[in-house]
């Protein structure tokens, strides 16, 4: 395996944007400004956006290699076939990997991003050196990625790490997939504003969601504001209970 690093392009496909960036080596070379999922409708108006871009990065680097996506959701490793996207309408049973490359002329990577980023973690950064890790991603939704015996684990259907998925209240709220308690239906970033909205109701303070976002109940907790410090107790205990699972499940460095 040739390890000589060559300027690639990375794709963060998130389901509110997607950002890319030029990297070579582990360095971050460039980061283009965000496309807005909203403004595309299905996936091939926003693969040409995406293919768009990578022509324009082009012509400011023109030894990029390779292009690499990470998509937030089940993706076939094998082929770069997306199988459905749990927070982005309309994404299924899509070639990604096939349709970006015809377009690109360029060699693409699609994987789950969560598993992109544990990878990355592993090979260059606070996980390098180790055997066995676990990766969380918070945004959107909930994502996982599980590093065992240092190689991915990635699971019969490709969706070992779905730790968004996993059960936090056998009685609580239905996940995508119809699983009871989902932990990414309490610690998304709109679930997290809509019970901070619900909790400051309940102290007779009426607050819009956009004042509610994660980052605004982070700065109001540090200020010292009780109720987004009991909104943040709450999304910490949610996560704790998932991971505490996972720590005695897998064991992990």
């Known amino acids: 395996m040739d390890d000589t690093p060559r300027t690639s392009i990375g794709i963060d496909f998130g389901g509110t ?3 890319l960036g030029v990297c070579c080596g582990g360095e971050l070379l460039h980061i283009d400004t965000p496309i ?22 082009r012509q400011q680097y023109p030894d990029i290699a390779a292009i690499g996506v990470g998509v937030p959701g089940l993706v076939d490793f094998d082929h770069g076939f997306v199988h459905e996207l749990t927070n982005v ?6 070639p990604l990997k096939a349709v970006l490359g015809e377009k690109t002329g360029l060699p ?14 592993f090979r260059y950064g606070a996980a390098r ?27 019969t259907g490709f969706a070992a790490g779905e730790i ?12 995508h997939y119809g699983n009871l308690g989902a932990l990414e239906k309490y610690t998304g970033n709109q ?19 956009t004042e509610c976002s994660p980052k605004a109940i982070a700065e ?11 909104v943040w107790g709450e999304v910490a205990d949610w996560l704790g209970t998932a991971l505490a699972n996972i720590a005695w499940l897998l064991n992990p460095d």
Not at 46 to 55: F, K, P, T
Not at 89 to 94: A, E, I, N, Q
Not at 220 to 230: E, K, L, M, S, T
């Open 17 to 19: 944007s997607v950002k």
């Open 36 to 57: 807005q999922t909203a403004n595309f409708h299905g996936p091939s108006a926003l693969i040409g956006e995406m293919a768009a871009r990578v022509a324009a990065l």
């Open 89 to 94: 309408p309309g994404w299924k049973h899509v």
């Open 108 to 121: 693409v990577t699609v994987d789950n991003d969560a598993n992109a980023m544990a990878y990355a973690e």
């Open 129 to 155: 050196g180790l055997k066995n890790v676990v990766a969380l991603t918070m945004g959107t939704g909930i994502g996982g990625a599980l590093v065992l015996d240092g190689k991915m684990y990635r699971g």
């Open 164 to 175: 968004g998925q996993m059960s936090i209240d056998y009685d609580g709220v239905a996940g």
């Open 191 to 209: 679930q997290i504003a809509e019970h901070a909205v619900r909790r400051y109701a309940e102290a007779g303070i009426d607050k819009e969601l």
């Open 220 to 230: 109001a907790a540090q200020a010292g504001d009780d109720i987004a410090r009991g």
